[in-house]
C-alpha cells in the first residue's frame, strides 16, 4: 500500500480550503443585482388562506415584488412531488395530497409557505413581510401521530380519508402468526421512536439565476444531489428543460439527508429570478430551519418476538404508525417501507416476519429520510426487543444474540433481502473483547457502591445500502433508477480529472476517490482532481445518500477507470508497435510482456491526444471514459456497538463511560475518514437517544424550534469513543466496499436505551431519555428495590 | 441612515458606510467579503460566527459592527501567516477534526482562544467544556479534541522557536 493508495488513512485534500475560510458554501455566492427572498410562513398548523393583501408591502422601500400561491398557479409552477409510490394492503395507490410551492387556500403545518417577498436588501424584504396581511380562517390540527388516523380528526387533506397514506404491509401473516401460536415465549414491546430535527450545520439556502440572453436558468442550492433537483425541477415542477437548466451545489455544509430534498423555497428562488428579471438570493435562519426543513424518525410501534425453547426467534410482527407531516416530501413513503421493514430481520436467521405500516399526515413539518433513513428505526426496535426478550428468558444479551445470529451467506429473509456477507460473531467478539464485558459485573458493583446505576446496552445493527440496484428500487415503487456515474478525463499531460455523479457534503470524495484514481493509474494523488456538483459539468448523476458513494459511485469510476486502461493499451499498443492484447499495465507504465518495452501514462495521454501513431486507424484520438455502475444488489454494513453507562440516580444525569463499535464496512478506502464517519453517527445517535426531540404542541406549534429548546449534542455530552472494524468484502461491487456513513446513527440509540433500562431494571425508558426521564425511570428503580 | 465604522482586520484597515443594525458577522461577510465566518443559527448558539476581536473569542453575529469600532478583528482568513497553516489549522487537518467545514472556522478560532486562556497543556475534560458554545454536527466532537489538544501543543512550539 502506497502512502495515498487505497487503505491509507490520507489527510483531506480539501481541509485546506475549509480551515483557512475559504470553503465556497452557497450563501457565500453573490451574484450581480441580486434581491433577497423572506418566505412569510403560516402561524397557524391548520387553517384556510382567505385573502392576502400585499398592497401595503408593495409600496414599502426597496420592495420588488410579493408573490403568492395564485402567481405560480397562473405560471403553472407544479407542486413538489414524492418520488416513490407505495400501494396499500389493498392495492390502492398512496394518497398524496397536493403540495403546492406557496400554498393554495389553505395552509398545513406551522412553518408551510404561504408567500414570497423580494427586496434589494434582507432587511427590506422582512421588514415588508410585516406589511403583508394575511387572512386566515384557523382550522383544529392534529399532530399526534399515534391519533392522527383516529376518527373525528381534523382532515388534512381531501383525498387522504382519516389522514391515512396508506395501509402498507409486508411479509406473511398467516404463517407468522402460526409461528406465535406454537411459541415457547413471546416479547412483548411498544416503542416510539422519536422525531428528529436533522440540523445540518449550514442552513439550506439559494440563489436563483435567469440569463435572458441564453433564456438559461441557473440555481446555486445546498444539495445533496444536483441533478435529481434538476429533473424534478425540470421534468415535473416545469420550471425550464434540462438543457436549459443548470444546478450547481458548491461546498455543502453537511446533509444527513435534509439536503436531498427538493424543497419549496429553492424552487420558488429560481422561478422567481425569471419573473424579477434579477439573481434571487435566499438563506434559511436556524428558526426557519427547525419549521421547514424535513424531519427525521416519528413512529409508534408494537414490536413481539417469538422464541421457541431454545431461545431461536421464530418470528416477529410489528406494527408501525408512520409520521408524514403535513406532505408527502421527496422520497417520504419509501423510509418507513422498504428501507425500514426489510431491515426487520436484523442480524438474525428468523422464519417468519410480518410488519404493517400506517403513514399518516399531520399538522407538521414533512417527514422524510434522516441519516439512516428508516434503517436506525428497524434496528432500534428489534434490538431493543431482543434485548427484553433476552432479559426476560434469563439469558444473557450477547449470547442470546449469538444463538441467533446468521451464520452462513448468501442469506435470503423473509422480508425481501439477500444479505451477501458477514461475519456477525465476528465482530461481537471483538467488541465483547474491547469492552471488556467479562469485568462488568465488577464495574457495576463499584458503581452501586457509590450510588450509581451501571448498565450495559448492546446493538448488533444491521443496514441495507448503497442503494440500490435499479431494478429492483423500480420494482419496489422508485420512480428513479439508482445508479451512479463517472466520467474520467484524462488531459494530454497525463492529469486527471474525475467528473462523478455522487456529491461531497463532508465526507471527503475530493481525497477518497482521487485515492482509488491514484492508486489505480499510478500516478501521484495530486495529479487527480475531482469535479462534482455541477450539472454544467457532470453529466447526470444520482447524489450521496444511503452511504452509497463508495458503493456505487466509485464502482462507476472503477468501470471507466477500466475502459482507459484499455484504451490506454490501444495507444501504447501503436507507440510500442505491438498489440494491445500483449501489453499490460502496472505502476503507472504500459509494458509489453516479457519485453523492457514500455510507455509511461502521462505518455500515453499525450500520445492519445497528439494521434500521430494511430491517424486514420480505427482507434479514435483522445483518452476520456464514461461509466455508469448499477449495483446487482444493496450492500450489507453491519456491527455490534456496546455503550456502558453510569447514572446518578439522584438527578438522572446519564454518563457514557464507555463506547464500543465494531463495524464491517467491507473495504475501506481511508481508514480516518471512515473513522470519522462512525464518529458522527454514533453522535447523532446518541442525540437522538439522549438529547433531541421535536416537540408539537396539540395546536401543532412547534415549541422545540430553536438550539434554546432543541438540545443537539455538545462535546460535553459526548465520550471519546474507541472504534474498531473487521472486514468481509462486499461481493457485489468491484471494491467490495459497503459503505460506512449511517451505521452509527442507526446503531447507537439501541445501545443507549438498552444500557440505561440494564441499568434501572426495567423496560420504561423513552427516548429522548433526558435527566428528567432517567430520573423518574431510576426512582422507579429504587422504589422497586425498596419494596424487594 | 447609514453611520461610519472603521476596523482593522486580519491587520489591514478596514471601513465602511452602514445600517446602524449592521452585526459585525454581516461586516465582515457582506461589506468585507470575507465569507470564512459562518452564520449557523440566530440565538447565538452554534459558534459558527466565532472572530477574535482586541484579543479575546466572540460570537460575531451577537456583536453590532459599530460596537467594533476601533477594534483589532481576526478572522479565520487571517489566521495563516506567510502562507504557513496557524498551528491549529494545521491540527485539525492532522486528526480529521472537520468534515463539511462549516463550524470549522468558528471551532479553530474558538480553539486559539482557548489556548489563550488556558494554556498549551489542555485535558480531554477541560477541551470538551470549553467547546460548549461551539456546535458540530459530523464530527462527535471526537477529532476536534484530539485536534484542540495538539494545536495547543503545537502552539507552545511555536512560541517557544520564535522566542529563540
Known amino acids: ?788 | 441612515m447609514t453611520i461610519h465604522v472603521s476596523m482593522t482586520v486580519n491587520g489591514k484597515a478596514a471601513s465602511a458606510h452602514v445600517d446602524p443594525r449592521t452585526l459585525l458577522v454581516q461586516f465582515l461577510r457582506d461589506h468585507l467579503r470575507l465569507t470564512g465566518t459562518h452564520v449557523g443559527c440566530d440565538t447565538s448558539q452554534c459558534g459558527a460566527c466565532v472572530v477574535i476581536v482586541d484579543g479575546a473569542a466572540i460570537k460575531s453575529c451577537t456583536a453590532l459592527a459599530a460596537s467594533c469600532d476601533g477594534a483589532h478583528v481576526t478572522t479565520i482568513e487571517g489566521l495563516a501567516q506567510g502562507g504557513k497553516l496557524h498551528p491549529m489549522q494545521q491540527a485539525f487537518q492532522d486528526n480529521h477534526g472537520l468534515q463539511c467545514g462549516f463550524c470549522t472556522p468558528g471551532m479553530i478560532m474558538t480553539a486559539v482562544d482557548m489556548v489563550h486562556r488556558k494554556g498549551h497543556n489542555l485535558d480531554e475534560a477541560t477541551i470538551r467544556h470549553e467547546l460548549e458554545g461551539n456546535l458540530c454536527r459530523c464530527t462527535g466532537y471526537h477529532n476536534i479534541v484530539k485536534a484542540v489538544a495538539q494545536g495547543a501543543r503545537d502552539m507552545a512550539a511555536q512560541a517557544q522557536k520564535a522566542a529563540e
Open chain 1, 1 to 788: 500500500m502506497s502512502a495515498t493508495g487505497i487503505g491509507a488513512s490520507v489527510k483531506r485534500r480539501e481541509d485546506i480550503r475549509f480551515i483557512t475560510g475559504k470553503g465556497r458554501y452557497t450563501d457565500d455566492i453573490n451574484r450581480e443585482g441580486q434581491a433577497y427572498a423572506f418566505f412569510i410562513r403560516s402561524p397557524h398548523a391548520h387553517a384556510t388562506i382567505n385573502k392576502i393583501d400585499a398592497s401595503n408591502a408593495l409600496k414599502s422601500p426597496g420592495v420588488v415584488a410579493v408573490f403568492t400561491g395564485e402567481d405560480v398557479a397562473a405560471d403553472k409552477v407544479g407542486g413538489l412531488i414524492c418520488g416513490w409510490m407505495i400501494h396499500s394492503k389493498d392495492g390502492s395507490a398512496m394518497k398524496a395530497g397536493p403540495h403546492p410551492v406557496l400554498a393554495q387556500g389553505k395552509v398545513r403545518y406551522v412553518g408551510d409557505h404561504v408567500a414570497v417577498v423580494i427586496a434589494d436588501t434582507y432587511e427590506q424584504a422582512l421588514e415588508a413581510a410585516g406589511k403583508v396581511d394575511v387572512d386566515y380562517g384557523e382550522l383544529p390540527a392534529v399532530s399526534d401521530t399515534a391519533n392522527a388516523a383516529k376518527p373525528g380528526q381534523p382532515q388534512i387533506h381531501d383525498v387522504a380519508p382519516n389522514n391515512t397514506v396508506f395501509n402498507w404491509a409486508l411479509g406473511d401473516k398467516a404463517a407468522t402468526g402460526a409461528g406465535f401460536a406454537s411459541a415457547k415465549h413471546v416479547t412483548k414491546l411498544d416503542l416510539v421512536n422519536n422525531r428528529l430535527i436533522p440540523n445540518a450545520m449550514e442552513p439550506r439556502a439559494a440563489v436563483g439565476e435567469y440569463d435572458a440572453g441564453t433564456d438559461t436558468l441557473t440555481l446555486y442550492t445546498t444539495s445533496q444531489n444536483p441533478h435529481v433537483a434538476r429533473l424534478v425541477l425540470s421534468a415535473f415542477i416545469g420550471l425550464a428543460p434540462e438543457h436549459k437548466f443548470r444546478v450547481i451545489a458548491p461546498d455543502v455544509g453537511g446533509g444527513f439527508g435534509s439536503k436531498i430534498f427538493i424543497y419549496a423555497e429553492e424552487t420558488v428562488c429560481v422561478w422567481a429570478a425569471r419573473k424579477v428579471g434579477r439573481p434571487v438570493k435566499w438563506t434559511a435562519e436556524r428558526s426557519e430551519s427547525f419549521l421547514a426543513d424535513a424531519h427525521g424518525r416519528d413512529h409508534v410501534s408494537h414490536a413481539e418476538i417469538a422464541l421457541d425453547a431454545a431461545g431461536k426467534i421464530t418470528g416477529v410482527r410489528v406494527h408501525t404508525i408512520a409520521n408524514m407531516g403535513a406532505y408527502l416530501s421527496t422520497f417520504a413513503s419509501c423510509i418507513p417501507t422498504y428501507l425500514y421493514a426489510l431491515l426487520l430481520s436484523g442480524q438474525y436467521d428468523i422464519k417468519n416476519i410480518y410488519c404493517e405500516v400506517d403513514a399518516v399526515y399531520t399538522n407538521t413539518a414533512p417527514v422524510d429520510a434522516y441519516r439512516g433513513a428508516g434503517r436506525p428505526e428497524a434496528t432500534f426496535l428489534i434490538e431493543r426487543i431482543v434485548e427484553k426478550a433476552a432479559r426476560e428468558t434469563g439469558r444473557d444479551p450477547a449470547e442470546f444474540r449469538r444463538i441467533n445470529f446468521i451464520k452462513s451467506f448468501p442469506h435470503q429473509t423473509p422480508v425481501i433481502l439477500t444479505y451477501d456477507a458477514g461475519n456477525y460473531a465476528g465482530a461481537l467478539d471483538k467488541a465483547l473483547e474491547m469492552a471488556d464485558y467479562k469485568n462488568v459485573g465488577a464495574r457495576k458493583a463499584a458503581s452501586a457502591a457509590k450510588g450509581k446505576l451501571r448498565g450495559v446496552g448492546f446493538s448488533a445493527y444491521i443496514e441495507a445500502c448503497g442503494i440500490a440496484p435499479s431494478a429492483a428500487v423500480g420494482s419496489l415503487g422508485a420512480g428513479v433508477g439508482l445508479w451512479e456515474s463517472a466520467e474520467v478525463r484524462v488531459n494530454p499531460i497525463g492529469t486527471v480529472e474525475i467528473l462523478t455523479g455522487s456529491h461531497s457534503h463532508g465526507q471527503g470524495h475530493e481525497t477518497t476517490f482521487a485515492q482509488l484514481v491514484s492508486s489505480r493509474l499510478g500516478i501521484p494523488i495530486e495529479n487527480v482532481s475531482i469535479v462534482h456538483g455541477d450539472t454544467d459539468k457532470v453529466q447526470m448523476g444520482m447524489g450521496t445518500y444511503g452511504s452509497r458513494s463508495g458503493a456505487v459511485g466509485m464502482s462507476a469510476i472503477v468501470k471507466a477507470l477500466d475502459k482507459i486502461e484499455a484504451k490506454g493499451k490501444k495507444v501504447a499498443g501503436y507507440v510500442l508497435e505491438a498489440s494491445d492484447k500483449d501489453i499490460e499495465f502496472k505502476d503507472g507504465k504500459f509494458t509489453v510482456k516479457g519485453t523492457d518495452k514500455s510507455i509511461d501514462f502521462g505518455s500515453v495521454a499525450l500520445q492519445a491526444y497528439i494521434a500521430h501513431k494511430f491517424s486514420g486507424q480505427e482507434l479514435e484520438p483522445g483518452l476520456k471514459e464514461t461509466a455508469f455502475w448499477d449495483p446487482t444488489n444493496f450492500t450489507f454494513p453491519a456491527g455490534v456497538h456496546i455503550c456502558e453507562v453510569e447514572i446518578d440516580p439522584q438527578t438522572g444525569v446519564v454518563t457514557i463511560d464507555r463506547w464500543t463499535a465494531v463495524d464491517d464496512f467491507g473495504k475501506m478506502i481511508n481508514p480516518m475518514i471512515v473513522e470519522g464517519q462512525v464518529h458522527g453517527g454514533v453522535a447523532q445517535g446518541v442525540g437522538q437517544a439522549l438529547l433531541e426531540g421535536a416537540v408539537y404542541n396539540k395546536d401543532g406549534q412547534l415549541v422545540t424550534a430553536s438550539y434554546m429548546d432543541y438540545c443537539m449534542p455538545r462535546a460535553d455530552n459526548l465520550p471519546s469513543l474507541n472504534v474498531a472494524t473487521i472486514e468481509t468484502a462486499c461481493p457485489s461491487n468491484p471494491l467490495g466496499i459497503k459503505g460506512c456513513g449511517e451505521a452509527g446513527a442507526i446503531a447507537a440509540p439501541a445501545a443507549v436505551i438498552n444500557a440505561i433500562t440494564d441499568a434501572v431494571g426495567h423496560e420504561d425508558v423513552t427516548m429522548p431519555a433526558t435527566s428528567q426521564v432517567v430520573w423518574r425511570a431510576a426512582r422507579k428503580a429504587v422504589t422497586k428495590r425498596a419494596a424487594e
